[in-house]
């Protein structure tokens, strides 16, 4: 069995017990590796996102939350290369991380069957250039809205004036080229849109953003030209 054949059937194995454990060394039978590749193996499966906890004890091991994790997802292959095509997109976007660890999850959570078929015409597609798209952004920009901090950060507008300020983060709006972090600007006593590939330095404050909502005419913005994000 190969190493991405073993994480899949690890965890199929901790979501059949679940919420009982099952040891490294019952692991390690089970799988015929030694109890050492299974910790590498539930490390690694850790670092992406799946909840897998340790329970101490004797009669302790590894969990899974079930109620955290996908059963099998009966995607077809062409549905996951769409999908892998997609979250490609998103390299210059506050969500960039969070793509990376969805579509490991994804993969995770199809048949071993379709998965392998999904990487096998993956391998098929090759993308030349990244024209339109937008900037790496720093990932403190990147988790501005969920951090939930008052940000200093170092701007240089579109004159390369510098200046140093505290910003209140409320969105983000997307365009083909650019993504703009919207927040209420603490010197300027408004709401603005700082371009992420303008932002040179960024420090989290210890301070919590306030409540505040953006209302959309204060984007200004042609209402039109603008597409809320839904999900469904």
């Known amino acids: 069995m190969n190493r991405t054949d073993r994480l899949y059937g690890l965890v199929e194995e901790l979501r059949a017990v679940a919420p009982r454990p099952r040891s490294a060394r019952w692991l390690a039978l089970r799988f015929e590796v030694s109890a050492r590749t299974i910790e590498r193996d539930i ?10 906890y340790a329970e101490p004890g004797r009669t302790g091991g590894y969990c899974l939350d079930r109620t955290r994790t996908l059963p099998p997802v009966n995607l077809t292959p062409a549905e996951a290369v ?10 210059g976007t506050p969500f960039r991380s969070a793509a990376r660890t969805a ?12 998965a392998c078929a999904a990487r096998e015409l993956a391998g098929r597609v090759h993308l ?6 937008a900037a790496p952004m720093p990932r403190l920009v990147a988790d501005a809205l969920s951090a939930r901090r008052v940000l200093r950060i170092g701007y240089g507008d579109r004159a390369g004036a510098a200046t140093v300020r505290e910003i209140e ?13 919207v927040a209420w600007c603490r010197m300027r006593a408004a709401v603005r849109a700082f371009r992420t590939d303008r932002i040179s330095t ?12 953006l209302a959309p005419g204060e984007l200004d913005i042609p209402h039109h030209v603008v597409t809320q994000l839904t999900l469904g």
């Open 82 to 91: 769409a999908m892998a095509l997609a979250l490609q997109s998103l390299g």
């Open 43 to 52: 490390s690694a499966l850790q670092q992406t996102g799946v909840p897998i």
């Open 169 to 181: 983060p409320l969105g983000y709006v997307g365009s083909p080229t650019h993504w703009y972090l």
């Open 202 to 213: 960024v420090t989290v404050t210890a301070e919590a953003v306030p409540p505040r909502r």
């Open 103 to 114: 579509l490991h999850k994804l993969v995770a959570a199809m048949r071993e069957d379709d």
């Open 128 to 133: 030349v250039g990244r024209d339109g798209q």
